[in-house]
């Protein structure tokens, strides 16, 4: 298991953009496929974006356009920059990292993620 600790979460307001950060403990972090899920409340669990070992990336189409997904694996840590953020962008973020890696069928999958984050709160007003 990874240990993840995810920061950057914030209340801003609509139209604005946030940068959230997911620091890893791992000396094979450059190794791993990671990814960044989100939960509203009263909603599951939904992905939001990932990426490989090898810098590929996938978005989930909500965020698409608006958000980059990117890791320096020098400092271990992943980032999620997301702009144009909307009261439907409220939610916990977790970030989460795949020891197994995924392919381009289920980078999307949850099950495919072996460990989290405590998830930071991102709260968008209008």
């Known amino acids: 298991q990874v240990q993840l600790v995810e920061s950057g979460g914030a209340l801003v307001q609509a139209g604005d953009s946030l940068r959230l950060s997911c620091a890893g403990s791992?000396?094979?972090?450059?190794?791993?496929?990671m990814g960044w899920f989100r939960q509203a409340p009263g909603k599951e669990r939904e992905f939001v974006a990932a990426?490989?070992?090898?810098?590929?990336?996938y978005y989930a189409d909500s965020v698409k356009g608006r958000s980059t997904i990117a890791r320096d694996n020098a400092k271990r840590t992943l980032y999620l920059q997301m702009s144009s953020l909307t009261p439907e962008d409220t939610a916990i973020y977790y970030c989460?990292?795949?020891?197994?890696?995924?392919?381009?069928?289920?980078?999307?999958?949850?099950?495919?993620?072996?460990?989290w984050g405590q998830g930071t709160q991102v709260t968008v007003s209008s």
């Open positions: 989460a990292t795949s020891g197994y890696g995924w392919n381009n069928r289920n980078f999307h999958v949850a099950g495919r993620y072996d460990s």
């Open positions: 791992t000396h094979t972090f450059h190794t791993l496929a």
């Open positions: 990426i490989g070992w090898d810098g590929i990336t």
